[in-house]
Structure formats: C-alpha cells, structure tokens
C-alpha cells in the first residue's frame, strides 16, 4: 500500500499541533481593588520570577506559569496567594486525530516535552482587596481633652 507525499505531511503536522500552532507565551492580567498591590509570581519550584505594581500583566513562556503563585499584598489589607493551575492546552488534543497510537504517544511527547502540552489555568485574576480588622477602642476609654 502507498501513503501519499501530502497524508504523511498531514499526520506530520497533526501529531505536534501544540508545538508547531501554538501560543508559546501566555498573559496573566491582574487587577485588584484598590489598585496600587504588591504582585509577585511564583514559579512552580518556589523561584520568585515576576514582581509588580497592579493593575499588571504578566506575559512569559507558558511553562513558566504552569502552576504557578501569585502573591498579591498592600499595607492595611489582607495577603492574597492565587494558584494558576494547569489544563491540558486545546491543541494538544489534535495528536488523538492520528488514531494510529505510536503516532499519538510521539505527537505527545513532542508537545509535553517542548513544554507546549500544559497551559495555565487561570489567566486572569481580579480580586477585591479585603482590610485588615482594626482594633476597636471602645467609646469610653476614649478621652477628648478641649
């Protein structure tokens, strides 16, 4: 049996869709109430690898930001850590168009290993800051001295 010039071109180009078409990079946009938060991000072995002010966007290679922190803090209010997660990018989904499974498998380790298989989950944050609780003094130990 002959396989033709243009289907092993096309199985070619199916079994790493993810490397050859995909976003290499991906934004994360961050924006808080009340502007003016501390943005740190972490990659997933801890290694700070981003700082900046919001509102931010942070734009990188997406195995970078595959389960990844951020941190997000202002004077007067509550720390927020937000995980990005992972999910599978939708492009590596096309390796299953093959149907031939050595083929699936390649077309796979291709897209995992050139680091185009996993994408953040999250892309975007937006978080209302939550004060810190101030200490009450309460009315009658308050004296005003005219």
């Known amino acids: 049996m002959k396989i033709s010039f243009p289907i092993c071109t096309a199985v070619a180009f199916l079994i790493n869709c993810a490397t050859l078409f995909g976003v290499k990079e991906k934004s994360i946009s961050v924006q808080t ?7 740190s991000l972490y ?14 966007k942070i734009q990188m290679h997406k195995e970078k930001l595959v389960d ?12 927020i850590e937000v995980n990005l997660g992972r999910k599978v990018e939708t492009l590596a989904f096309a390796n299953i168009c093959c149907l031939f499974p050595p083929l699936v498998v390649l077309g796979g380790a291709i897209d995992y290993f050139g680091g185009n298989f996993l994408t953040p989950e999250k892309t975007d944050i937006n978080i209302i800051l939550e004060p810190l609780e101030q200490k009450k003094i309460p009315k009658e130990k308050v004296e005003i001295k005219k």
Do not use: L
């Not at 109430?33 to 943005?39: I, L, N, Y």
């Open 33 to 39: 109430t009340p502007e003016g938060a501390a943005v």
């Open 68 to 79: 990844g922190k951020v941190v997000i803090q202002k004077p007067q209010f509550r720390d």
């Open 43 to 56: 990659a997933a072995n801890g290694a700070k690898i981003f700082e900046g002010i919001s509102p931010c």
